[in-house]
């Protein structure tokens, strides 16, 4: 650097493309002198989305909403494990248990507790919670099946 004006200058060009890397968009990568630097929201995204991809997967089973020990054919290579409480759903209802097996594609499901009523080959699959009590002032519990993680939640 030969003059203050140039220090001055160089360091507001980094402090832009810093402030680029922080205030970027999930599709933002900033080119800088050492190569591309995804911006912090596309970092989170890409995080968000690999975590996401471990927890859910659909069904094409052709299965009653009911009670009881029910086998599913998912993807394989998820995060599921015995013990691991599920939400199983889709428009019409949903069923809520605890995975009994998985192993290659083979979802193994004890069901506790549903919603509606039918027989459907389309399924939305999760990790769920264990439903908590109901709070004061609430009308009902939370429907499981809204509490699919299915899409950021900026978007």
């Known amino acids: 650097m030969s003059t203050l004006s140039d220090a001055i200058n160089t360091g507001l060009v980094d402090f832009g493309l810093l402030h680029e890397i922080i205030n970027g968009d999930a599709s933002t990568s900033v080119t800088t002198e050492?190569?591309?630097?995804?911006?912090?929201?596309?970092?989170?995204a890409t995080i968000y989305n690999t975590v996401l991809a471990s927890i859910t997967t659909s069904s094409q089973t052709n299965q009653a909403i009911t009670v009881?020990?029910?086998?599913?054919?998912?993807d394989a290579n998820k995060s599921f494990s015995t013990g691991q409480p599920i939400v199983i759903a889709n428009q019409?209802?949903?069923?809520?248990?605890?995975?009994?097996?998985y192993s290659g594609t083979t979802l193994v499901v004890q069901?506790?507790?549903?919603q509606g009523q039918?027989?459907?080959n389309s399924w939305a699959i999760s990790f769920s919670g264990?439903?908590?009590?109901q709070g004061p002032g609430a009308t009902s519990q939370a429907d499981p099946a809204e509490t699919l993680i299915t899409k950021m939640p900026w978007e």
């Open 111 to 114: 069901v506790t507790q549903i």
């Open 130 to 133: 264990p439903a908590g009590p």
């Open 34 to 44: 050492g190569g591309p630097v995804p911006s912090l929201s596309k970092i989170i």
């Open 68 to 74: 009881g020990t029910l086998t599913f054919t998912v």
């Open 92 to 101: 019409n209802g949903y069923m809520y248990g605890n995975v009994v097996s």
């Open 118 to 120: 039918g027989t459907y």
